[in-house]
């Protein structure tokens, strides 16, 4: 194993206090897709350069993951990579098809195919271009704020590996589900070894906290998600405590509102993400003082001008409170959101909050 590597002294270390619940003089504010092509500065780099190609050059990568915090005074900065680079690194062809999404060329469509994924995975080898931007980014930060990593969950994970992109009703990964449940269990098992190692890796290259993805929890039942996605977050989770008890982990399993009290009770997160469909209050009530949350402006509030986000930002703080929170959209930015969005949705944050900590 490497030495520890130096970095330069955090001076804004408020993200990182909410997450476990410290006192903080403001509330913390990123956003999900901060980096992206709502800004013309990534359109510029992308004009010239393949998308997963900036994810594999850490100095584009971290050039990219900068851009948003030269703009805004956001509270941390989330590595510019995709959740789809674990797939990549189990040998599975991934294209980025512009106007469109992800799309694998050759799904993993029968469990028969499923010697095809690679495993075990040295993530090492596969994914230290992800390292060394997290690394090169952590310096080139100077302390300015935290850096987050993160990976995608291993059931959105399958969903791509086994769809071959977004928009499907999931049919072919429900398939696997209901047929061959035991196959399913043996690809979430071993996604969730490589996204463990991934983590890990992540952490020992410089990333401060660490955001897991389910975006599409939401597609299956309670039941289901109990079965075939809950288990292997609190695996995550657990598996990367017990190593760095200290790095806050931050599960976000988008439109699971009904899985937050069990996440809750299993010690595996610190913070859990919401998206809009849940009141604030509501979720309080279901995960009690046991973790902080994250979110949840509708992406679309910054769509509305000036007036309509700081509005609808004083509502949401209203309603979550100071305490134990970070603000960030329910999902992240979108292509076509206008540059101002963030700026005031960022403003409203910082100024609405500490005028309500201050009052306290
Ligand atoms: C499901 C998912 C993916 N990727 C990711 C998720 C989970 C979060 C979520 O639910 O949104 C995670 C992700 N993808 C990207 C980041 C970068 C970090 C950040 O700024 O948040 C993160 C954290 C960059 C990206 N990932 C992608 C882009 C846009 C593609 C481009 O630049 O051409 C960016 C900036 C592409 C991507 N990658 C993925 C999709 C569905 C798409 C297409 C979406 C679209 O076109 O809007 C898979």
Not at 53 to 75: I, W
Not at 134 to 147: A, C, D, I, N, Y
Not at 344 to 358: G, P
Request: charged share 20%.
């Amino acid at each position: 194993m490497t030495e520890e590597i130096k970095f330069p002294e955090l001076k804004n270390d408020i993200f990182l206090k909410a997450c476990k619940g410290e006192e903080v003089p403001r509330v913390p504010v990123w956003i999900m897709r901060q980096a992206g092509r709502y800004l013309p500065e990534f359109k510029q780099v992308r004009a010239d350069v393949d998308f997963f190609t900036v994810c594999r050059s850490p100095e584009l990568a971290c050039k990219v993951t900068l851009q948003p915090l030269d703009r805004f005074p956001l509270d941390a900065a989330i590595i510019f990579s995709d959740i789809l680079v674990v797939p990549q690194a189990m040998g599975l062809e991934v294209q980025m098809i512009p106007g469109k999404g992800p799309h694998f060329p050759n799904p993993v469509r029968d469990p028969a195919e499923l010697s095809r994924v690679e495993f075990p995975v040295n993530v090492y080898e596969k994914l230290g271009y992800v390292f060394d931007a997290l690394t090169l980014t952590r310096q080139r930060l100077e302390g300015r704020v935290p850096l987050i990593g993160f990976t995608g969950a291993p059931w959105t994970l399958m969903t791509y590996c086994i769809e071959g992109g977004g928009g499907s009703n999931m049919s072919n990964c429900k398939t696997w589900i209901y047929k061959h449940p035991q196959e399913s269990h043996k690809f979430l098992q071993m996604l969730t070894r490589v996204c463990i190692d991934y983590l890990l890796g992540q952490i020992k290259a410089g990333a401060q906290a660490l955001q897991v993805f389910d975006s599409w929890a939401v597609e299956l039942s309670p039941e289901l998600y109990k079965e075939f996605g809950i288990p292997y977050l609190v695996q995550i989770g657990k598996e990367v405590k017990a190593q760095y008890p200290d790095i806050p982990l931050i599960c976000f399993a988008k439109g699971a509102n009904y899985a937050l009290e069990e996440l809750s009770e299993s010690g595996a997160y610190d913070v859990l993400g919401l998206d809009w469909t849940i009141d604030p209050k509501t979720a309080r009530e279901y995960v009690g003082d046991r973790v902080s949350l994250q979110g949840n402006l509708d992406p679309c509030v910054l769509y509305a001008g000036d007036q309509v986000i700081r509005q609808e930002t004083e509502k949401m703080l209203a309603s979550f409170g100071t305490r134990r929170y970070i603000a960030n959209l329910g999902h992240g930015m979108h292509p076509t959101h206008p540059i101002e969005g963030p700026a005031s949705f960022v403003d409203a944050v910082h100024s609405i909050s500490e005028k309500m900590i201050n009052k306290n």
